[in-house]
């Protein structure tokens, strides 16, 4: 591509950019799906999704040049840390992690100082390998959205619970909303009311003795009461047993359910196990199993958002030590001191105390019994002039 292209080609990007907004072309909310909502209807699904959304909410972002230094840009982070008007910087964090285990793909659009997550949006591959998006028929320009993607065997497109696990998600549903409907309308219960003669309509008696009967029925789910229905010759009620099975419906359900989990890379019945036994080793497998990739894929494409030349990265910060007992820390805090690892400030505020101003608190210190073997010997006799035991 030679000079003149070059210049030309840039000037019709920013012109692109500067004549381009979102309000004026297309909705840019976010909408949810029915069938986004049903998925969250289940519980098992919404606790395993908010445990893994709300885990990621919790990061910090933090800003690092490339050899990993952390740096100080209070623009970028005041940015992330306010997406847009109507969403806190928590929020969108779940959003994003929510629509990505979902649909299995979710579009981060950034405007000037406010980034938003698009719905309805139309990617393709070009042959040049550049890429497109367009919403409503609208196109985007390609630097101002970033495609993330639980990505599969496709390099265009994600996959998500709806794709991935469309049967067996639909059985779930259908299995509990069955179940809640039958509870709901009283546990289905119905009567057959046999008449060993024919339904004369101007048979005033026969009339007046059906409605009596349905009046009765319909009163028997009204507290513990026992109903006497006296009938005539002739007439005989049948209770009808539900047609819905509870028994092989939560059996299906105690198994599927867990099936549900390991779409999320998630192993559902060992990480609820852990949770009795072992808190630490629980959050751990998460972080390990699920957040951490997910954290890595967008870190690089946020970065990819707000840098697209380089030269800065975006970094969630999480505290695995959130995850362990106070008593773990303070044995980890003890040992960071003693080996000079870190201060007894460093110490105090990983235990959540404020830092001291006294000058000990801010040494690094070493136990004795760390010495090195080659200098045991001159240390023993420093030790024994200065009369210490």
Known sequence: MGLWQLITSR???????????IFD??????????TDENILQ???IYNLMKLISDQIALTDFFIEDENGKDIRDSMTLRILQNPNRYLTEFEMKKLIVNTLLIRGKVYIFKNDDEWHVLNGVYSELLEDGSKVYKV???????????????????????VGLIDLAKQTLEGVMNAENSLTDKYRKGGLLAYLLKLDTHIAPNNTAQNAMITAILDKLEQTGQGNKIQLIPLGKGYEIEALQSPVDDEKILQYLSIYKKDLGKFFGVDLEQLLELQKTDMEQFMMMLHTTVLKPIIRNLEQHLTKLFFPNGG???????????YVTMKTKTDIAYNLVRTSIATPNDARVMLGFDKLDQDEAKK??????LVGLDNLESTLKKTLKGGET
């Open 11 to 21: 000037i019709s990007r920013f012109l692109k950019r500067a004549s381009f907004s």
């Open 42 to 44: 289940s519980s098992d």
């Open 312 to 322: 800065r990265r975006i970094r969630f910060k999480i505290n695995t030590l959130d």
């Open 25 to 34: 072309n297309f909705y840019w909310n976010y909408g949810g799906y029915v």
């Open 364 to 369: 690094l210190y070493i136990s004795k019994d």
């Open 136 to 158: 409503g028929g609208v196109e985007i320009p390609s630097d101002m959205i970033v495609h993330v993607k639980n990505i599969g065997t496709n390099h265009l497109d994600g």
